[in-house]
C-alpha cells in the first residue's frame, strides 16, 4: 500500500537563486530550433528577467529564522540528519497533528535538551513585523532572524494561532525594514506564475517559480482551518513561513505544507494571505484571534441532495442540517434545511469556503444570509457571535490522555488516503505522551486503533464509548494497525 505523506514544511537558510520555469509544451512556447522563432527565445527571456526583478525586488524583505526550543529528552524521534538538521522532529504525524496544547502537557521527568529549529518568515512592516507559520516558531524560548545582507537580529513572538498555521514576529530593532506588500489573495487564479521564497535546506533565499494549481484545498488534517493554496513552485523542509509572489511582486499565500515523503514533489501548500492578514491584524492588536461564529453545522449541497430539495441539481450553496439552540443563527431566524447561496452578496458555493469567511469576520459584526427554503430565496440578518475555544478536553478525552497516554481524532477520506489507510477503519492516535503505557507498548502517532477490547471502533464516539468501561476496569485490549501490519496489545492501568 503506497503512503503518501503530508508535510509541513520545516527547517534551514548568501543569496541562492533557483528560477524554475516549466514550460507547457502545449502551444504557450514551443523550443524552437535554431535559427527560428526568435519571438520565442524573447519571450522566453523577457519571462526569465521578470522572475529575477521579482526575487531582487522581494529578497531583501525575507528572513532566515532560527528558533531555540527546549525539549524532554526521548520525546519524539531523533534525527538521521543530526541535531539541528530536524528541528521539530520531522515527523510525518507531527505534520498532521501538530503540538498539545499547552493546557494538556504534562510535567516531565526527563532531562532537557535544545533543538534549533529554522524556517523562513518576511517583514510586513517597516518597524520589523514578521509573518511565518505557527509550526516554526512553536514553543521557541529564543528567536532570531537573518536578513538577505546577513544581519541578525532578536525577535520577539507576538503571537500565534495554530487554528491556521499563522505567526506574527517582531523584529528588536528601531530601524526601517523593506517590507513585502500583500494582495488580495481572493483575486487570485489558477494558473497563475508564482514565486516562492525560503531557505530550504539551510540554502538562504532560494526561489523557486511555478504556477498556481489549485485554491481552497482543505480537509488535509494539517490546521483547523484550511483553504491552502497549491502551487507547483518547488517547495522544501525550510521554506516554512516564506511568502509566496504573484507577477506583482506581492505576498499571495504563507509556504506551509508539502505533499511527499522526501520532500517537494509538485505539490505545495500555502495559507492565503487574506487570512493571515485578518489573524496578523488581530494578533498585533490584542495578541489573540477572535471569530465569527453562527452556531451552524454545515455541509456541500450535492446534486442529489439539491434534487432532494426539489432544486435542480446544478444548484451550488450550503446545505445546513443542524442549528444549535441559542445560537447566532437560531436568534436570527435560521432553520435545519436552510441552503445558503450569498453572504454580504457573495455567492457561497462550498461548506469549507463559508466557514473560512465567517470565520474571519469579527463577533457582533452583522452579515446578510441569503437562503434558500422551500424553494424561495430569504434573507436573514445574523449577529455573529464568538467562537467557542476548543482548548478544553471533555471529561473521557482527560481520562484517555492520563491513563493511556493517547488522543484520537477520527479517520477522514484524506487522512486515509494521504496515510496509506485507504482500506482500513478506525480512529487515529494524534498525540502519544512520553513515558506513557501506549509509548512503552510501542503506539506512536499515526497508529491506527481499530478495536477496544474485541469491539469494532470507527469514529471517536464509538472509541470513547467502549474505552470508558476499559478505564473503570483497569486494563484495555487494542487492535492496532500501521499500513502495513496488525497486533494485539495490552496496556493496565491503576483502576478507578
Not at 499547552?102 to 535544545?114: A, D, F, G, I, S
Amino acid at each position: 500500500m503506497k503512503v503518501s505523506n503530508v508535510r509541513i514544511c520545516r527547517k534551514n537558510t548568501h543569496y541562492f537563486v533557483i528560477s524554475v520555469v516549466f514550460v507547457l509544451a502545449m502551444g504557450i512556447f514551443s523550443v524552437p530550433a535554431i535559427g527560428q522563432d526568435t519571438e520565442s527565445i524573447s519571450a522566453l527571456r523577457q519571462m526569465g528577467k521578470a522572475f529575477s526583478s521579482i526575487a531582487e525586488k522581494t529578497s531583501p524583505a525575507v528572513v532566515w529564522i532560527t528558533a531555540e526550543k527546549t525539549i524532554p529528552r526521548g520525546g519524539g524521534r531523533r534525527s538521521p540528519f543530526g541535531d539541528g538538521m530536524d528541528p521539530f522532529d520531522d515527523d510525518f504525524f507531527d505534520f498532521f497533528f501538530g503540538r498539545p496544547s499547552p493546557k494538556r502537557q504534562r510535567p516531565r521527568k526527563e532531562k532537557e535538551r535544545k533543538q534549533t529549529a529554522m524556517g523562513s518568515g518576511f517583514i510586513v512592516s517597516p518597524d520589523g513585523y514578521v509573518l511565518t507559520n505557527n509550526h516554526v516558531v512553536e514553543d521557541a524560548t529564543e528567536i532570531t532572524v537573518r536578513l538577505a545582507d546577513d544581519r541578525e537580529f532578536k525577535a520577539e513572538l507576538v503571537g500565534t494561532d495554530p487554528a491556521s498555521e499563522v505567526a506574527v514576529l517582531k523584529i528588536v530593532n528601531d530601524e526601517d525594514f523593506t517590507i513585502l506588500e500583500l494582495a488580495d489573495s481572493d483575486e487570485l487564479e489558477v494558473g497563475e506564475w508564482v514565486l516562492a521564497i525560503g531557505n530550504p535546506f539551510g540554502l538562504s533565499h532560494t526561489v523557486t517559480a511555478g504556477i498556481v494549481s489549485a485554491k481552497g484545498r482543505s480537509g488535509l488534517g494539517l490546521a483547523e482551518y484550511e483553504n491552502f493554496i497549491q502551487t507547483d513552485a518547488a517547495i522544501n523542509r525550510g521554506n516554512s513561513g516564506g511568502p509566496l509572489i504573484n507577477l506583482d511582486g506581492k505576498v499571495v499565500g504563507i509556504n506551509t505544507a508539502i505533499i511527499g515523503a522526501q520532500g517537494n514533489v509538485g505539490i505545495g501548500l500555502a495559507v492565503p494571505i487574506n487570512m493571515a492578514k485578518n489573524v496578523y491584524e488581530q494578533l498585533v492588536d490584542s495578541g489573540k484571534v477572535v471569530r465569527g461564529f453562527m452556531g451552524v453545522v454545515i455541509q456541500d449541497l450535492t446534486p442529489k441532495l439539491a434534487k432532494s430539495f426539489d432544486l435542480d441539481e446544478n444548484t451550488k450553496g450550503v446545505l445546513i442540517p443542524k442549528v444549535s439552540k441559542d445560537s447566532a443563527a437560531e436568534k436570527a431566524g435560521m432553520k435545519k434545511g436552510d441552503i445558503v447561496v450569498e453572504l454580504d452578496g457573495k455567492a457561497v458555493d462550498k461548506a469549507n469556503t463559508f466557514r473560512q469567511k465567517v470565520s474571519m469576520l469579527k463577533p457582533g459584526t452583522k452579515v446578510d444570509v441569503v437562503v434558500l427554503r422551500d424553494g424561495k430565496r430569504k434573507t436573514i440578518t445574523i449577529e455573529l457571535g464568538e467562537r467557542p475555544s476548543k482548548e478544553v478536553a471533555s471529561a473521557v478525552e482527560s481520562k484517555i490522555l492520563d491513563k493511556l497516554g493517547i488522543s484520537v481524532q477520527n479517520l477522514t477520506k484524506e487522512l486515509a488516503e494521504n496515510m496509506g489507510y485507504e482500506d482500513a477503519e478506525g480512529v487515529v492516535v494524534t498525540e502519544v505522551e512520553p513515558g506513557s503505557k501506549a509509548e512503552s507498548a510501542g503506539i506512536n502517532r499515526g497508529t491506527l486503533i481499530i478495536e477496544v477490547n474485541r469491539k469494532a471502533v470507527k469514529n471517536t464516539k464509538a472509541f470513547k464509548k467502549a474505552i470508558e468501561p476499559a478505564i473503570k476496569k483497569g486494563s484495555v485490549v487494542l487492535l492496532l494497525y500501521n499500513g502495513r501490519s496488525s497486533w494485539y496489545v495490552v496496556l493496565e492501568f491503576p483502576k478507578e
